[in-house]
């Protein structure tokens, strides 16, 4: 009985384990890669040595409250729900359809534990960044403002985060142990190419949803959506839609191979296993 405690609350606490470690350590790793770029930068302009130095503090800390929450929540929620289906099913492997629901709910879960920090975090500014003005910040939103007001001011981008966790977190584990077990591909090969995968998913899932928005946001009438749709995907036309698809995409590829070569380091770990 008292084992069986401990499993169940292994299984919930280690995965949320491993997604706070993994975004800390990424947020460094962002960290300190914009460091190097500053120092490019200050290479160019001495005299902005003050500047870059204040800006870095404060992206710092964004950076940690960042990956208290984003990552933990998404690969977290993600592994533990994945693991309770697994259960479920007997040990048979998941369906698309299941890895799906799991990314979306986690996906959910995540935009909806950040996104309040967020919008702190755009009222407060950059230069003036601190922990305790944040939270004041948050407190006073919440006290002066409806819950929802929080995310009717962002609806649109957390449409596109959704979409775009979903697609990362539904075919990542997937892509891996398609390669691994099918395609008989090294691990360090594999694990590469299904981070590289998983970002073409989510920026193929997350693009279309933020033209998608911005068609509602013009309060077109029915008829002319059709034709708006078309005009978006037209190779030839102005909305530069597969131009920004390969921007986005090489965007999400990155983030991805870090964040999970991260996170594939972190499940090696014994103790959190």
């Known amino acids: 009985m008292g084992s069986s405690s401990r499993n169940s609350h292994g299984d919930v606490v280690n995965p949320l384990l491993k997604g706070f470690l993994t975004g800390q350590f990424h947020g460094l790793f962002h960290h300190y ?7 490019l930068a200050r290479l160019r302009n001495p005299g902005s040595k003050m500047k870059f130095n204040n800006t870095n503090k404060q992206n710092l800390k ?13 690969l977290g929620i993600f592994e533990i729900l994945r693991k309770r289906l697994r259960n479920s099913n007997e040990g048979r492997p998941l369906s698309v359809y299941q890895e799906g629901c799991c990314g979306f709910m986690a996906a959910c879960a995540t935009v909806f534990a950040w996104k309040p920090f967020d919008l702190a975090y755009r009222r407060v500014g950059i230069q003036s960044l601190s922990y305790t003005n944040w939270f004041s910040s948050l407190t006073h939103i919440a006290k002066n403002q409806s819950v929802l007001s929080m995310y009717k001011s962002s609806r649109g981008s957390m449409n596109s985060d959704i979409a775009l966790y979903t697609g990362m977190l539904a075919s990542y584990d997937r892509t891996l142990h398609y390669l691994t077990h099918t395609q008989a591909l090294p691990y360090w090969a594999a694990q590469t190419s299904a981070s590289i995968i998983s970002g073409f998913f989510a920026a193929a899932c997350s693009h279309p949803v933020i033209y998608m928005d911005a068609i509602i946001d013009t309060r077109l009438q029915m008829r002319y959506i059709p034709a708006t749709i078309c005009a978006i995907l037209n190779p030839f036309g102005n909305f530069n839609f597969y131009t920004r ?3 986005r995409f090489q965007y999400s590829a990155r983030f991805c191979v870090v964040q999970y070569a991260i996170f594939e380091g972190v499940r090696r770990v014994e103790w959190i296993k």
């Open 33 to 39: 890669n914009r460091l190097m770029l500053d120092d």
């Open 62 to 74: 964004l950076n940690i409250l960042n990956g208290c929450i984003r990552p933990t929540a998404s």
């Open 245 to 247: 698809l390969l921007s």
